[in-house]
């Protein structure tokens, strides 16, 4: 029986790369990534014999909840906080609710600020309390200037993503943290005792990015297993020790009474090891797929003069590719390009279904002709040279149908 996860390999050439079946066209790694092989191997256990609830008292079920245990261990390990301070969710949407919902349902007078960029699992329930939005530049960077102007006495929370799902512009987490610190210290010497709480929305930022609680400087963090080679409807809220929260499930009382129901051991198990791996290949990822990155702009603003792209360039997931060419039908271009065996999106793909123009590219001031000409490419751990070469000559060739 598999009961350890803390003992994978440190050595990033211990872990199986590149064995996952992928199509070479496929495009959408930041709306879904294929469950990596260790992961895969690590979860098989708990879907076949070991299926024993946690919660119970025998054996068997005691071996599952140090299985449990061990995870949640790795899981603080990697970012850096107490496992304690680790609750397991069902996805990155749910961790959203619980710091969002958690935190304002106890502060009915409370209000909460946003960036005009979140994710709907953070802007949605938001909308419920008292939010004010902050402003982003035209790069999709959050004016932190405007974001401090959003604050009054009565503000509890701050929400603010960590890296964009859409431009995948990253914004200046840890800058906006010691931002934060000011406030509260003038808070302290007013005599105003209303907290005030930062949370990040890192759904994107695992494979790529720093994610140490501490450094981040944040009391909530976000992650999320579907985006990093992990189970869907696997994920985390961290919540630094002393914050209250109330929560959004009751009955058992499991995850520190935060998240009652019996815990999905194979999908915990699983997160846990996609995270470690996720990190263990961060820099080596990071390298290759911005080499590509740069690749895929300069071929192209090459071959097509009047491609626009979207996004700040420097801080930016090295994943992502997200371009205007205006003048363009986004959806027809898609259509073709899935007909040449590509698979891309025109955005988000939680609002794909929706009608309503992108309010990521309008915030960033991108006209309604720009963003219906705008398509949204996000590489991953199986994407190579030769399939973004192919990929601008396609979109080349498409728009020459046009």
């Not at 050439?13 to 070479?24: D, E, R």
């Not at 990596?36 to 068997?60: K, W």
């Not at 959050?142 to 603010?160: C, F, P």
Request: with cysteine.
């Amino acid at each position: 029986m598999h009961t350890s996860v803390g003992s994978w390999p440190k050595s990033t050439n211990q872990f199986i790369i590149g064995s996952m079946s992928v199509p070479s066209g496929y495009f959408d790694y930041a709306a879904a990534t294929p469950l990596d092989t260790d992961v895969i191997n690590a979860m098989t256990p708990f879907l076949e014999g070991c299926f024993f609830n946690p919660s119970a008292i025998y054996e068997s079920a005691r071996k599952s909840k140090s299985v449990l245990e061990d995870s949640r261990k790795t899981v603080a390990e990697v970012i850096g906080v107490k496992p304690v301070d680790i609750i397991f969710t069902a996805g990155a949407t749910e961790a959203n609710n619980l710091a969002i919902r958690g935190v304002m349902s106890q502060f009915p007078s409370g209000n909460i600020v946003i960036s005009a960029i979140e994710h709907e699992s953070i802007s949605a329930p938001a909308e419920k309390y008292q939010v004010k939005t902050a402003d982003v530049d035209d790069k999709g960077l959050v004016d932190i200037e405007s974001l401090i102007g959003k604050i009054d006495e009565e503000t509890v929370l701050i929400s603010i993503i960590l890296a964009s799902n859409e431009v995948g512009t990253v914004q200046p987490i840890a800058k906006i943290a010691k931002e934060l610190e000011i406030i509260r210290k003038q808070r302290k010497e007013v005599g105003n005792p209303t907290p005030l709480y930062f949370h990040t929305d890192g759904a994107q930022a695992s494979n790529y990015l720093d994610i140490h609680a501490h450094r981040l400087g944040v009391d909530m963090l976000t992650l999320n297993g579907g985006k990093m080679y992990g189970p869907k409807q696997s994920g985390i809220l961290y919540v630094k020790s002393g914050l209250q929260l109330e929560p959004i499930l009751y009955g058992g009382g499991q995850e520190r009474g935060l998240r009652s129901g019996s815990e999905n051991l194979a999908q915990i198990v699983g997160f846990s090891v996609a995270l470690q791996k996720a990190q263990a290949l961060r820099s080596i990822e990071v390298d290759r797929l911005q080499i590509l990155q740069h690749l895929f702009f300069d071929q192209l603003i090459s071959r097509i003069p009047g491609a626009k792209i979207n996004g700040h360039r420097k801080h930016r997931l090295p994943n992502n590719l997200h371009i205007t060419l205006e003048g363009q039908d986004n959806e027809r271009i898609i259509m073709m390009l899935d007909e040449m065996g590509f698979s891309a999106s025109t955005g988000s793909a939680c609002s794909a279904s929706s009608d309503v123009p992108s309010h990521v590219l309008k915030a960033m001031n991108l006209s309604d002709q720009q963003i219906s000409g705008s398509l949204r490419f996000t590489m991953g751990r199986q994407t190579s040279q030769q399939d973004v070469e192919r990929l601008v000559a396609s979109i080349a060739e498409t728009l020459a149908q046009n």
